[in-house]
T-cell receptor, first 115, second 114 residues
Framework: AQKITQTQPGMFVQEKEAVTLDCTYD???????LFWYKQPSSGEMIFLIY??????QNATEGRYSLNFQKARKSANLVISASQLGDSAMYFC????????????FGTGTRLTIIP | KAGVTQTPRYLIKTRGQQVTLSCSPI?????VSWYQQTPGQGLQFLFE???????NKGNFPGRFSGRQFSNSRSEMNVSTLELGDSALYLC?????????????FGPGTRLTVL
């Protein structure tokens, strides 16, 4: 069974500062993928970034980077230079690489950017 | 390329009724997954379809069912609605080429059961 843990229910960050959202995971699968999604108040889940379990380098997508520490089973999302539009719920998720399309989600972190 | 679309966006039903939700995946995507999101249970996997076949199913009662058509469009049906079925239902599509495929979500259907 897979499990995702997000220990920060809510965070307040000053605009333009960097923010780190924590995510730890547990799985017995040797190969898997880790994802971060953003969910604004409108409800749509927006894909942000992906990290494969065998990727040697941390993934980056614009202002988003994923701090992947496989031995510690953590996959923290780092948002640089936060903007007001970054205020939303953020979900960490994982998926086995063995053909199972099911995404297992964490409970999410509500990020609020303060002007 | 158009994203995942879901219809309707909002729905109000009463207990005991049934409901059908529709999802059109991104063009070329053959896998469609459905998720239920509630404040209490969070995001939970319902089922996944690929080439008109259900490949995976979450832990939901038989009142929840789905299907996929030859054009990859999918529908999910909930029969005998209960108050607890009030939720945001999210559909996601992916290419399903190999390994982890990024799932792209639609805007969701917000179902309210009175």
């Amino acid at each position: 069974a897979q499990k995702i843990t997000q220990t920060q229910p809510g965070m307040f960050v000053q605009e333009k500062e960097a923010v780190t959202l924590d995510c730890t995971y547990d799985t017995s699968d040797p190969s898997y993928g880790l994802f971060w999604y953003k969910q604004p108040s409108s409800g749509e889940m927006i894909f942000l970034i992906y990290q494969g379990s065998y990727d040697q380098q941390n993934a980056t997508e614009g202002r988003y980077s994923l701090n992947f520490q496989k031995a510690r089973k953590s996959a923290n999302l780092v948002i640089s230079a936060s903007q007001l539009g970054d205020s939303a719920m953020y979900f960490c998720a994982m998926q086995s690489n063995f053909g199972n399309e099911k995404l297992t989600f964490g409970t999410g972190t509500r990020l609020t950017i303060i002007p | 390329k158009a994203g995942v679309t879901q219809t309707p966006r909002y729905l109000i039903k009463t207990r005991g009724q049934q409901v059908t939700l529709s999802c059109s995946p991104i063009s070329g995507h053959r896998s469609v997954s459905w998720y239920q999101q509630t404040p209490g249970q969070g995001l939970q996997f319902l089922f996944e379809y690929f080439s008109e076949t259900q490949r995976n199913k979450g832990n939901f009662p038989g009142r929840f069912s789905g299907r996929q058509f030859s054009n990859s469009r999918s529908e999910m049906n909930v029969s005998t609605l209960e108050l607890g079925d009030s939720a945001l239902y999210l559909c996601a599509s992916s290419l399903q080429t190999s390994g982890s495929d990024t799932q792209y979500f639609g805007p969701g259907t917000r179902l309210t059961v009175l």
